[in-house]
């Protein structure tokens, strides 16, 4: 399983990405952080079977809010774009399914967690309910990842056991 | 006056070109700007035209005033995520200069080397995603890879490779981290750049391909008479160093660039429009360079532009996809020497003393001439600093292409549709590779009929 977190850490609320890759780094789960351009997207996704997507997202949903989208074999993106209030990305994670598809490098299951923002402001920092959300979901994805088989098929231990 | 949506006729009687038309594009905000064009039409004839840049000022120059000198580097790559290293370039060789700092001859092989895979992946990235669909008629490079999935695979493909020659010598692809004031932090084994080699015989096929398909495109009758501005060098196409020439004998030292080159304020935009002295607009990028300099093209470029009918002047600006593809060709052929003569430097970096002084320097961002001055105090400090973009130099340049072009497609067909003059009017605005040209994949049309 592969968690890919996206954002800007300098753009407010956009560092909801980064922000859930180190608070998945302090739980013992791995994660990437990218742009999240349509690019490298692509780029990180080729091979892998499973990937979980996190950014920030405005939907006009109250802040911190957690949106969940399952996409299958890049299937049924518009569900994901239709809720999005507004983009400032040309080539984003929508992009990077569509363009995916056509080029067969899609992953076959993919979830994306898209937590509500409220401000983007250069070094704004977190809004404190996309801080709480992001916490909360970073504890989720480090149970995923820990109850995921390892290579060796063994489960990994869970964190606090 | 009433204002309508696009998705609503536009009224039958009178017909729209007999009254006037105005046409507004609104930009949804983009990370690397926002443009917007209003055009105004009566009769077959603007009536006004304006390309708005209301992006609020970067102020990059004032606020590298008391910073260090080296930090330049790393502060100006921030203004751009295509091009960052073009930005790394110029302001290393400005505080170079300055400092009467020579670098040694296998860190410009390498500082060559690096410039070359941000052309690449600019390169691969505008032709591709950014411009090809306006010639094929698709609404983006979605709908176009549907139809042309090897092309967009092979898109994809090369603009990886770019960016992986970005990260080896840089650290990561976006804002690299590796270029410094005298040379660089680090500098890569040989063994690490044979990993790039055949990937790049491949991309060199794949440039070829690609120039060969883009040479096929529908080009709209449109010439100009430019005056053009590059970088030129003895006996290279130039890239890092040169003097500036221009088609009308222009012929300078970077130093000199301020004397014959202007940055004027207009109201409309907040991106300063840069003229050549008592001449007006001129033209910089891939157009420039090529006719100033193609004879210093390797053979496999050289034999590309001549298979894709390419002779200066070429004064078309639509057949740059054409120019970009031929210097993606380069780009490639030009990595592949680099990395055969390249040996590592015995320092990565010159030793240098910091001392008070000026120094200007021209680079060829993938878009065009990239102007640095700065000005430093005796222990270091920049006190003053002027950045010119490329997208700043040709601005002025779209306008005045714009004010041409539109009249000529209405006096073809009178009763084009608003829409269809807002596509060719985006599309002559992407010539020019644009910062802002992503966010004009992605406009809002209205459209204002007054009778």
Redo the contacts between chains.
């Keep these: 399983m592969l968690i890919l977190c996206c954002g800007n850490a300098d753009r407010g609320d956009d560092g909801a990405g980064p922000a859930c890759a180190d608070a998945l780094r302090m739980l013992h789960a791995q994660a990437k952080c990218l742009p999240g351009d349509a690019f490298s997207l692509l780029d990180a996704w080729t091979g892998h079977a499973k990937v979980i997507i996190v950014d920030a997202i405005v939907t006009g949903a109250a802040p911190g809010t957690l949106h969940r989208f399952e996409i299958k074999n890049g299937e049924n993106v518009e569900q994901f774009e239709k809720r999005l209030g507004s983009s400032s990305h040309g080539f984003g994670i929508a992009e990077a399914f569509r363009l995916g598809k056509l080029t067969k490098n899609v992953p076959p299951e993919a979830v994306i967690y898209g937590i509500e923002a409220a401000s983007f402001e250069w070094g704004g920092g977190l809004s404190p309910e996309v801080h709480g959300a992001v916490q909360q979901l970073a504890s989720t994805l480090a149970r995923e990842v820990a109850a995921q088989p390892d290579s060796t098929g063994q489960h990994r231990l869970s964190m606090g056991s | 006056m009433n204002t309508t949506p696009p998705s609503v006729t536009p009224p039958a009687v009178p017909p729209p070109r007999a009254g006037a038309v105005k046409i507004y594009v609104e930009t ?4 690397e700007g926002e443009g917007a064009l209003h055009v105004k039409l009566k009769g077959g004839h603007i009536q006004d035209l304006r390309l708005e840049i209301p992006e609020p000022p970067r102020l990059f120059e004032s606020f590298l005033r008391g910073r260090r000198a080296e930090e330049a580097v790393d502060i100006t790559a921030r203004i751009c ?1 295509i091009c960052p290293f073009a930005y790394q370039m110029s302001a290393a060789h400005a505080i170079e200069r300055a400092w009467g700092i020579s670098i040694d001859p296998q860190v410009r092989l390498l500082r060559r080397l690096f410039y070359c895979g941000e052309w690449i992946e600019s390169h691969a ?1 505008h032709i591709y ?1 950014l411009h090809a669909p306006d010639f094929l008629g698709f609404q983006d ?2 709908e176009m ?2 139809k042309f ?1 090897p092309e ?2 092979r898109a ?1 493909r090369l ?2 490779l770019g ?1 992986t020659i970005m990260r080896v010598l840089g650290g990561r ?2 804002h690299p981290v590796s270029a410094r004031v005298g040379g660089f932090y680090r500098v890569p084994a040989k063994r690490d750049l044979q990993p790039l080699v055949d990937e790049l015989k491949w991309a060199l096929e794949a440039s070829c391909e690609t120039a060969r398909l883009v040479k096929t495109l529908p080009f709209p009758d449109f010439q100009q008479d430019y005056e053009f501005v590059s970088l030129s060098h003895p006996d290279e196409y130039p890239l890092n160093e040169g003097r500036v020439v221009s088609s009308l004998g222009l012929d300078i030292d970077t130093a000199e660039f301020e004397d014959n080159f202007l940055e004027q304020h207009v109201r409309h935009s907040n991106a300063l429009h840069s003229v050549l002295r008592e001449r007006g607009s001129y033209h910089v990028g891939p157009l420039a360079r090529f006719n100033l300099n193609c004879e210093k093209l390797p053979p496999v470029a050289r034999e590309t532009a001549r298979e894709c009918g390419l002779e200066p002047p070429v004064r078309n600006p639509f057949r740059s996809i054409i120019v970009r593809a031929v210097e993606l060709v380069f780009a490639c052929e030009e990595s592949l020497r680099l990395i055969a003569e390249y040996e590592p430097p015995a320092q990565p970096c010159a030793k240098y003393e910091r001392r008070a002084g000026t120094g200007m320097a021209v680079t060829e961002a993938p878009r065009g001439l990239l102007y640095h001055r700065y000005t430093i105090d005796e222990t270091g400090l920049i006190l003053a600093s002027k950045i010119v973009p490329p997208t700043a130099q040709n601005l002025k340049r779209i306008e005045d292409d714009l004010w041409r072009y539109l009249p000529q497609i209405i006096s073809e067909r009178w009763d084009a549709p608003v829409e269809e003059i807002t596509w060719r009017a985006e599309q002559a605005i992407r010539n020019y590779d644009p910062c802002i040209s ?2 004009t ?2 406009l809002k049309v209205r459209v204002t009929h007054e009778e």
């Design positions: 949804i905000a983009r990370v995520g990235l995603f490079a979605f890879a549907a999935r967009v695979e994809l603009k990886k960016n692809e976006i992503c966010a994949h992605f």
